[in-house]
C-alpha cells in the first residue's frame, strides 16, 4: 500500500489483505500430511486458527505454508485412528 | 446443520495472515460464526486480540464490512448499524434493496464482562437484531494477563498474582450468560470451539432469531493459561467434560443443556497443564483445589436442576 494517499479515518478499502502478510516465518514446526491415511474429515480444516489447512471440493487437500504458524493443533486434532499428519522440524 | 464439507465450500471470510498468537482460540470460533451467517454478514469487535490482531493496518484479515471504535462500545457501535440498516430499508435507500443482513459483534471477556457490559445492557434491553459474540479466554490477554471479571477463582493473572499473599484470584467469575439471559432476550447459549457442530448451530439458530442473542464461547489462550498452542481445542473440550464450561442454550426463556459428558472429569485434569494452575498443585493449596471442584460441582447441580425448565 502507497504511503500517500492513505484513505482517512483508518479505513482499509479492500477485505483480506492481511492474506498478503506472510506469518509461516513463526513457525518452528512444519505441518505434513499423509494423504494415504487422510480421511478428509476436515477436522483440521475447522480447527485451524490461521485458515491456513487448504480445503477444495470438500477435499483437504494441504497446507498454506505462507500463513500456518506450525501451532500443531491439526496435528493433535485429526482423530486418533486416523493421525494423518505429524509436525516435523522446518529445517527438515 | 451443514457439514464441514459444505462448511469449506463457503469462502473464508477471515483470512490467515493476521497476528494472532500461533495457537490462538479465537479465529476458530470467528470462522464458524462468520459461516453460519449464510449470507452478507456486517461485523465489530471490541478493542483486544481480536481487533488487533486482525486489523494492523494496513492489512485486515476481514473479507466482510468491519468496524472498530472502542472498548467499552462494540454492542452500541453494531446498534448502530443495525439501526442505519433498518431505516435505509424503510425508506428504501438500501443500496443493493433490500437484503437480508446479518450482525456481529465480538468482544473479549474484557470488552464484555467487564468495560462493554453497560453498551451490552442497553442493547440487549433496546431489542437491536444481532448476534454478540464473547470469545471467553479469562483475563485481558492482549494488554498482558490482567484478571478481569471473568477470570476463573484461583488463577494466576498479573493482577491477582499467586505468591505468599495470595493464592491467584479471590473471586468466583461473574456468570455472564445468565445475566445476559436476564434481559429476557430470544436466544442465549454457551459454546466452545471442539465442539464445532454444536457451536455452529447454536451460532445458526442466533442468526436466524428476530432480536438479540448472544453467545459466549470458550476460547483457549497459550500465552495467558501458560499451555502448549497445539492443546488448545484438547483444553477447550477439558474445560467442557470438566464442566467447568457446560454447554448449554436458553431459548426463548427454556434453559437446556446441549452436552452432558458421560463421564464428568475431575476438574484437576482442565487446571493441570495450564500453568496459570500451577500452585495448586503444591501440597499446601490441596484444599483450594477440593474448594474449587466442590464449587464446580455445586454450580454444575444447579445447572442440572434448571435443564429443561423455564426461568
Redesign the interface.
Known amino acids: 500500500?502507497e504511503k500517500k494517499g492513505?484513505p482517512l479515518g483508518?479505513v482499509?478499502p479492500k477485505?483480506?489483505?492481511?492474506?498478503?502478510?506472510?506469518?509461516g516465518g513463526?513457525?518452528k514446526l512444519r505441518p505434513v500430511i499423509d494423504k494415504d491415511k487422510c480421511t478428509?474429515?476436515?477436522?483440521c480444516?475447522?480447527?485451524?486458527?490461521?485458515?491456513?489447512v487448504i480445503?477444495e471440493?470438500?477435499k483437504m487437500i494441504g497446507f498454506?505454508l505462507?500463513?500456518?504458524?506450525?501451532?500443531?493443533?491439526c496435528?493433535?486434532?485429526c482423530p486418533d485412528k486416523v493421525k494423518a499428519i505429524k509436525?516435523v522440524e522446518e529445517a527438515e | 446443520m451443514a457439514t464441514l464439507k459444505e462448511l469449506s465450500k463457503q469462502q473464508e471470510l477471515l483470512s490467515g495472515g493476521h497476528r494472532l498468537c500461533s495457537g490462538c482460540g479465537i479465529p476458530p470460533i470467528v470462522r464458524l460464526i462468520l459461516r453460519a451467517a449464510n449470507g452478507p454478514v456486517v461485523a465489530t469487535t471490541a478493542t483486544g486480540c481480536l481487533e488487533v490482531g486482525t486489523t494492523i493496518y494496513p492489512y485486515t484479515a476481514w473479507r466482510i464490512p468491519w468496524i472498530h471504535s472502542a472498548f467499552e462500545n462494540a454492542a452500541a457501535t453494531i446498534s448502530g448499524i443495525e439501526s442505519a440498516y433498518r431505516s435505509l430499508k424503510k425508506q428504501g435507500k438500501l443500496p443493493g434493496g433490500d437484503k437480508d443482513i446479518k450482525f456481529v459483534a465480538f468482544g473479549g471477556d474484557g470488552g464484555t464482562y467487564d468495560i462493554g457490559i453497560q453498551a451490552l445492557s442497553g442493547a440487549l434491553e433496546r431489542g437491536h437484531n444481532f448476534l454478540y459474540v464473547c470469545y471467553d479466554n479469562g483475563a485481558y490477554m492482549n494488554t498482558g494477563i490482567q484478571r478481569s471479571s471473568a477470570t476463573p477463582m484461583l488463577s494466576n493473572t498479573t493482577t491477582s498474582p499467586a505468591g505468599k499473599v495470595i493464592p491467584g484470584k479471590q473471586q468466583w467469575r461473574k456468570d455472564l450468560t445468565r445475566i445476559v439471559a436476564a434481559h429476557n432476550i430470544p436466544y442465549a447459549a454457551q459454546a466452545s470451539p471442539h465442539n464445532w457442530a454444536d457451536l455452529s448451530k447454536k451460532a445458526e439458530k442466533a442468526m436466524k432469531v428476530n432480536g438479540p442473542a448472544f453467545m459466549n464461547v470458550m476460547s483457549p489462550c497459550p500465552l495467558g493459561w501458560y499451555t502448549k498452542p497445539e492443546d488448545s481445542i484438547k483444553l477447550a473440550k477439558l474445560s467442557v467434560d470438566t464442566c467447568y464450561w457446560p454447554l448449554y442454550e436458553i431459548e426463548d426463556g427454556v434453559l437446556k443443556i446441549t452436552y452432558k459428558p458421560k463421564e464428568k472429569k475431575p476438574l484437576a485434569e482442565w487446571l493441570k497443564p495450564q500453568g496459570r494452575f500451577k500452585h495448586l498443585f503444591k501440597p499446601e493449596n490441596a484444599n483450594l483445589l477440593e474448594e474449587f471442584q466442590k464449587r464446580i460441582d455445586m454450580e454444575w447441580q444447579r445447572l442440572l436442576d434448571l435443564d429443561g425448565k423455564r426461568l
Open positions: 500500500m492513505l483508518g482499509i477485505g483480506g489483505t492481511a492474506h498478503d502478510y506472510s506469518t513463526w513457525r478428509n474429515c476436515l477436522i480444516w475447522v480447527m485451524c486458527p490461521d485458515s491456513a480445503a471440493d470438500g498454506d505462507d500463513h500456518c504458524k506450525g501451532c500443531g493443533i496435528a493433535v486434532e509436525m
